[in-house]
Each structure stands twice: as structure tokens, then as C-alpha cells.
T-cell receptor, first 111, second 117 residues
Framework: GENVEQHPSTLSVQEGDSAVIKCTYSDSASNYFPWYKQELGKRPQLIIDIRSNVGEKKDQRIAVTLNKTAKHFSLHITETQPEDSAVYFC??????????FGTGTRLLVSP | GAVVSQHPSWVICKSGTSVKIECRSL??????MFWYRQFPKQSLMLMAT?????????EQGVEKDKFLINHASLTLSTLTVTSAHPEDSSFYIC?????????????FGPGTRLTVT
């Protein structure tokens, strides 16, 4: 089955810096890659997703890149703000099949 | 649109009792609902997948006789934790997928914090 690895487990940046979180997946059949932000005690919130027919997607300060050959995808946050502090999870699925989540990255943005 | 609710938001029960958690899709029909468990500082672990009108598919290591899942309609799924024990204390989150062939997105409920004493 699918296995998703996520790095780093914690990431501390200064406000205004960029943050990059990387994930690798094992199943070449996976074609849907969402990223979630989760604040303490809250539900995961979808922040961006990408399908395998696209190599990059951007939404304001957030971007995701996908390398199907290497089976890895990354989340890029530019101009970080303290309110970006949260735990971020990547996930992968084959279409409508179950999502497999990464282990999470705790992002801390210091003012 | 695409709102999922859960009830209750938190529950405390005594060891040996059963607890039922409801997951509802409020403004769409959910052909598939998923149940996750999340321990502190850990990732979401899928427990089971349920399709409306059929039996749930449980992940390896999840006891189907302990975690009873019912998906009786396109807007409601329930998870019953039977004979709960302190080790079942966790954050339980459901998600739902809409009846849309073009949309892979899962919509998450707000979660239920279960504490077993």
C-alpha cells in the first residue's frame, strides 16, 4: 500500500522567511496530493492540492510542486506570518481511494 | 458549501461503556465517509471507510467489533466505540467525499474528543 514520508518534523522560521516542507510517496498510482493545515484541537483544513497531471500550483503565498518521476511533492510558503504557525500534513491518494497522510510538520513562525 | 458536522464535540465516558459519534454532511450527499483517529502530536490514522448502504472497510489492526460504523444514509455516518477503555481516548475525525466524479476532495468534520476514565 501507499506510504507517505514527510520532512522535516519541525520547522522554525522568522516572519517573512520562506518555509518548505517535503513529502515522498511510494505508490506510482497515486494522483491526488492535498496539503492540510491543522491548528491545535481543530479539523484539518485544506490549503492547496495538486493532481498528477500538473507539475506546480500556486495560490497567493502558497505553492505546491510535484515530481512524479521522483515521487515527491513539496509545499512552499513565502512571506511567512505568525498565523501560519500550525501543523501541516501532506497526503496522497489514488483518485477516490483513501488518503494516506504524512507524519506532519510543526511550523513555528517567530515575529 | 461542503460542510461536515460532528456530534458531540467532546465526550467523557467511563471504562466499559459505549459511545456513539455522529458525522453529518450538511449540504451535500456523501457517497463515502471516512473515520480517522488522531493521538496527541501524531498524524491522522484512517480507521475505516464506509460507503452508503454497505459495510465499512476497516484498516488493518482496527477491530471492527469494537468500532462499529454505520452509514445508513447519504448524509449520516455513525461510529460507536463499544466497551471503551482509556487507551481509546483520542480525537476522532470524520470526513466525507461528495457525489462528484470530478472532485477528489475530502471534507472534514470538526472532530470529537473522547476521554475514557
Amino acid at each position: 500500500g501507499e506510504n507517505v514520508e514527510q520532512h522535516p518534523s519541525t520547522l522554525s522560521v522568522q516572519e517573512g522567511d520562506s518555509a518548505v516542507i517535503k513529502c515522498t510517496y511510494s505508490d506510482s498510482a497515486s494522483n491526488y496530493f492535498p496539503w492540510y493545515k491543522q491548528e491545535l484541537g481543530k479539523r484539518p483544513q485544506l490549503i492547496i492540492d495538486i493532481r498528477s497531471n500538473v507539475g506546480e500550483k500556486k495560490d497567493q503565498r502558497i505553492a505546491v510542486t510535484l515530481n512524479k518521476t521522483a515521487k515527491h511533492f513539496s509545499l512552499h510558503i513565502t512571506e511567512t506570518q505568525p498565523e501560519d504557525s500550525a501543523v501541516y500534513f501532506c497526503a496522497a491518494s489514488e483518485g477516490f481511494q483513501k488518503l494516506v497522510f504524512g507524519t506532519g510538520t510543526r511550523l513555528l513562525v517567530s515575529p | 458549501g461542503a460542510v461536515v458536522s460532528q456530534h458531540p464535540s467532546w465526550v467523557i465516558c467511563k471504562s466499559g461503556t459505549s459511545v456513539k459519534i455522529e458525522c453529518r454532511s450538511l449540504d451535500f450527499q456523501a457517497t463515502t465517509m471516512f473515520w480517522y483517529r488522531q493521538f496527541p502530536k501524531q498524524s491522522l490514522m484512517l480507521m475505516a471507510t464506509s460507503n452508503e448502504g454497505s459495510k465499512a472497510t476497516y484498516e488493518q489492526g482496527v477491530e471492527k467489533d469494537k468500532f462499529l460504523i454505520n452509514h445508513a444514509s447519504l448524509t449520516l455516518s455513525t461510529l460507536t466505540v463499544t466497551s471503551a477503555h482509556p487507551e481509546d481516548s483520542s480525537f476522532y475525525i470524520c470526513s466525507a467525499r461528495a457525489r462528484d466524479k470530478l472532485n477528489y476532495e475530502q471534507y472534514f468534520g470538526p472532530g470529537t474528543r473522547l476521554t475514557v476514565t
